[in-house]
């Protein structure tokens, strides 16, 4: 069965989460826990740190089921 990714946002970023994709290391979860929260839906919580260290996080994602991009703002 295909599912699809899951999409956050806040007003700096969109993180996406591909469920598929994940090896479940948790990397995520202990090195980040105020955004990554296990327990707790939705799961993801973009006010949960600053963009800098949740760029620095997703990015240490082992299986690129995290990703992110940049939100461009509309002039």
Known sequence: MKTNPNVFSNSDITVTYNPCKCINAE???????NVFRQSVIPW????????KK???????CPSGALQ???????A
């Open 27 to 33: 990397r995520c979860a202990r090195e980040l826990s």
């Open 44 to 51: 993801i919580d973009l006010d949960g740190a600053s963009t």
């Open 54 to 60: 949740i760029i620095k996080q997703v990015k240490k």
């Open 68 to 74: 992110f991009y940049v939100n461009q703002e509309v």
